[in-house]
């Protein structure tokens, strides 16, 4: 591993520290990064794009390389990128949680980068903070860490807002990849395609639901698929308004919310969808000031009526890929969340 990250970073190793199912990583020379390994080459591509993509807002819908750098990186030329509880559902989506960083000597204000990275990206105006891509290969992902730090309701209010703003750049149809994305990408360790449609309803079922509903009773972790199919075939009336293509997380638990001065992103499964089912993942888990987050976002972009009706709806994609990968008690979690809605 040392090898590997140290040819992405252009610096020694010098120390490694087991970080969930990543890892925390010190330079020679100053600074601090996470590496983390994946099983396919897609999934690093997948996340590369998506951090890429959630960093960019709506001016910057199609980043490209600069010249002379590295894959996908908005680096040019010649610039120093070199420093750049235990539950089944940890297993899959490992906390990043941060110890007490080390500031880099000239590093950017409340960076774990040395000197000299340029971690700024093409961020877009109000977005949430996400870790910059440090470099990348086939296996290995290396980004910036993230500075420790307590949720608290100001940087809740701020995610609220700066959620609102994400969802607002858009994507080009619902199911969309990011710019550069593949379309079989990846959920924590369940493939996820990223197939288009025009309309919300019914691209949800086909590519959100159904899929994973029919793995679910095929592997026999779901008994009785029928009120789930009930809600599919009944979407069109249970969607609520129609709303363009948002720009989504695709997986927003409580997990992939790191808090310092303000609240960071990591882990998307980043994807064109509708706005309402980032949300609804927060509120599945848990998440530290949940209500500040939801009442800072709805005062920024008004939810439709009936948003929380609609929540069961919502959960039921990421209930039913726990159900694929782990079986037991998510199966039922998802036929309730689906005869709730009857």
């Known amino acids: 591993m040392n090898a590997a990250v140290a040819a992405l970073v252009g610096r020694p190793v010098v ?3 087991p970080l969930g199912g990543a890892y925390r990583v010190w330079l020679a020379g100053g600074g601090e990064v ?5 099983s396919q080459a897609s999934a690093v591509v997948a996340e590369v794009a998506g951090l890429r993509w959630l960093a960019s807002g709506p001016l910057h819908e199609s980043p490209s390389g600069a010249s002379g750098g590295p894959p996908m990186s908005t680096l040019p030329a010649g610039t120093d990128n070199s420093g750049a509880p235990d539950t089944n ?3 899959i989506h490992p906390p990043n949680l941060s110890e007490s960083p080390t500031r880099a000597p000239g590093g950017p204000p409340d960076s774990t980068l040395p000197a000299g ?3 700024s990206g ?6 949430p903070q996400v870790p910059a891509v440090v470099g990348f290969d086939d296996e290995w992902l290396v980004i910036e860490a993230v500075p420790a730090g307590r949720a608290s309701p100001a940087a809740a209010e701020r995610l609220g807002r700066e959620l609102a703003a994400l969802h ?3 994507a080009g149809a619902f199911g969309a990849a990011p710019p550069g994305g593949p379309v079989d990408a990846w959920i924590g360790l369940a493939p996820m395609r990223n197939v288009t449609g025009a309309r919300w309803p019914e691209w949800y079922a086909e590519h959100r639901v159904l899929p994973y509903l029919r793995t679910a009773v095929d592997q026999g972790s779901l008994q009785d698929p029928t009120p789930i199919e009930a809600v ?11 709303e363009p293509p948002a720009r989504l997380h695709g997986d ?9 001065d303000r609240a960071w992103l990591i882990d998307p499964a980043a994807h064109g969808g509708h706005r309402e089912t980032d949300l609804a993942m927060l509120r599945l888990f848990g998440c530290s000031y949940l209500d500040r987050i939801l009442a800072a976002y709805d005062e920024t972009a008004p939810l439709a009526d009936g948003w929380r009706e609609r929540v069961g709806l919502h959960q039921l994609f990421p209930l039913l890929v726990h159900t694929v990968l782990f079986g037991g008690g998510y199966g039922a979690q998802a036929v309730a969340a689906a005869r709730s809605l009857a």
Not at 34 to 38: E, G, L
């Open 15 to 17: 120390r490694v520290a």
């Open 34 to 38: 996470v590496a983390k390994r994946h």
């Open 89 to 91: 559902w940890e297993r």
């Open 117 to 119: 990275t340029d971690s």
């Open 122 to 127: 093409a961020r877009g105006r109000g977005c």
């Open 168 to 170: 607002q750049a858009g």
């Open 232 to 242: 599919c075939e009944r979407i069109g009336e249970l969607a609520g308004p129609a």
């Open 252 to 260: 927003l638990w409580s997990g992939n919310v790191l808090w310092a």
